[in-house]
Each structure stands twice: as structure tokens, then as C-alpha cells.
């Protein structure tokens, strides 16, 4: 629904949305209540769907394929209708899995493409500044691109294009800038732990110079200038100090800590 709300918060008509399974006593399957605030519907006559211009599935990635074949065959989209997928792991091409078929008429022809918003959906809703910031990642057929450029165009996020090929490595880069910070403050928060603070202080603790850092990335040409800390002031007796603290605290993650302090010289070498 993310998505829902923030197209028509921004003017784009949202035809409908349908969800699989409804919210708790909200009635059949594939329907949700009207929002007449954000004028999105239910669909009364699943029909509806072949009208609208670009069909938005937003499953799980393993289950893209199968809601593409289930709504195809039931006659539920148009041809030549633009179909997309929102999963930054896989491309277009899962439209392609097993035959879109139209009853008995054989297979249908759909204009295809994905639309990755690179953004962690960690809350939900998420906010409407949270989604105008975020940048969306599309790939797929020329006339798929078209309409989605179409569709992006007055709306102020980063629109980008990528060679299909190149998805995975994009979207592993997206997961070690987002996930894999995660982890690194698990693992900080375990240190800090080691340190004689609770995990509810270490939040406390790390949480403001993640938001520094994220506030300073916004106005950042690259990331190498917001590097601070020891290795970049080249006070080496320092980094001396950390290594041997973490490899006597923490020695499961001590490789870790001195791979990416051996990253961190090489950056600042290069600065």
C-alpha cells in the first residue's frame, strides 16, 4: 500500500489495489476497504484491472511469477498492458516463466519491466518525506520504460535505468549498504555491551551518528568525505589500540574489524 498512497498523495490515479488475503474481517479475498481520502478503491468488477495502465504486482519475489500466470489466465489483464514488478533481486523477465495464457487464446503479449524503489520498508506506513527522497531503479521493455518515465516524471524522486544483467549486482549493493549496516550495529552494539552498556543504551549510543551520517550523505558528492575517526586523522596508535581491544573483547568479529580498517586506509590513501 506504500506505494498506493504515495502515486495518488502526489496526483497519479490509483485504479485499485487488491490484496490476496484481507485484513481481519474485512471481507472476500482480493479486496480491501475504500480510501476515500486517497479516492483508492476496492475493485467491484475485477475487470477494472485491464483498464488501468500499468499493473503493479507487489508480492514476494517468489510469488511474481505465479500472480502474473493467475492473473493472465483469468482474463484479468489487457494486452499489451505494461506489467511490473517492484523486486530489486530479479528482472522483468520472471514475466516470462511458464505462459501468460488468456483461456484458451493462446499466449498474450504484455509490455514488461520492473520499478525497484530503493528504500527499506522498515515501518509501515512509511512517511511521504521517507518515499520522496527514495530513488526508483527500472528496467525492462522499451514501452514499459516509456510509461514508467511517463509515469515518474512529475514526481520528485531519482529515476534510474539499468541493463537487466547488472540487477544483481545492484541490488547486492543496496543490501550491504542497508542490511549489512544493520549489522555492523548489531555487532557495535555487542561491542558496546562488552563495554558494561545495556542494549537499549547502545541504540541510544549509535543511533545519533547514524542519523548524523545519513543527514551528512544528502548533501554528500560521494560518501569518502564523511569518513571520521582515527584511521582518517592517521592517528595509527589509535587503530592500534581498537584492534587489540576488539581481538581480546570480540574475537569472532576481530577479522572483520581489521578487513574494513584495511579498507578504510586504502580509502583515505586514495583521498
Do not use: W
Not at 56 to 67: L, Q
Not at 135 to 153: Q, T
Not at 220 to 248: C, I, N, S
Request: glycine share 8%; net charge positive.
Amino acid at each position: 500500500m506504500n506505494l498506493a498512497h504515495y502515486f495518488s498523495e502526489k496526483g497519479i490515479k490509483v485504479t485499485g489495489v487488491y490484496r490476496r488475503k484481507p485484513p481481519a474481517g474485512k471481507g472476500p479475498a482480493l479486496e480491501i476497504p475504500r480510501n476515500d481520502a486517497l479516492n483508492i478503491r476496492s475493485f467491484v468488477d475485477k475487470n477494472d484491472i485491464a483498464s488501468a495502465d500499468i499493473v503493479f504486482i507487489t508480492t514476494v519475489d517468489s510469488a511474481i511469477a505465479e500472480s502474473f500466470r493467475k492473473l493472465a489466465g483469468a482474463g484479468l489483464l489487457a494486452e499489451n498492458q505494461v506489467i511490473c514488478h517492484c523486486s530489486g533481486a530479479i528482472t522483468s523477465d520472471v514475466f516470462m516463466e511458464g505462459s501468460a495464457r488468456r483461456g484458451g487464446r493462446g499466449a498474450m503479449k504484455f509490455k514488461k519491466a520492473s520499478l525497484h524503489p530503493a528504500q527499506s520498508f522498515t515501518r509501515i506506513p512509511l512517511d511521504m518525506r521517507s518515499l520522496e527522497l527514495t530513488a526508483f531503479v527500472a528496467e525492462g521493455d522499451s514501452g514499459a520504460i516509456s510509461a514508467l518515465k511517463d509515469l515518474m516524471k512529475d514526481l520528485p524522486n531519482p529515476f534510474y535505468t539499468i541493463d537487466k544483467s547488472l540487477k544483481p549486482v545492484y541490488h547486492a549493493a543496496c543490501t550491504l549498504a542497508n542490511n549489512y549496516t544493520v549489522v555492523l550495529h548489531i555487532l557495535a552494539s555487542g561491542l558496546l555491551e562488552r563495554a558494561g552498556f545495556s542494549k537499549k543504551d547502545g541504540v541510544r549510543i549509535l543511533a545519533p551518528m547514524l542519523a548524523e551520517l545519513s543527514a551528512g550523505a544528502f548533501n554528500a558528492e560521494t560518501f569518502t568525505g564523511l569518513l571520521t575517526g582515527p584511521v582518517r586523522r592517521g592517528d595509527e596508535e589509535t587503530v592500534k589500540k581498537q584492534l587489540k581491544a576488539v581481538k581480546l573483547a570480540a574475537p569472532g568479529i576481530y577479522p572483520l574489524f581489521a578487513i574494513l580498517t584495511g579498507k578504510c586506509r586504502e580509502i583515505v590513501r586514495k583521498m
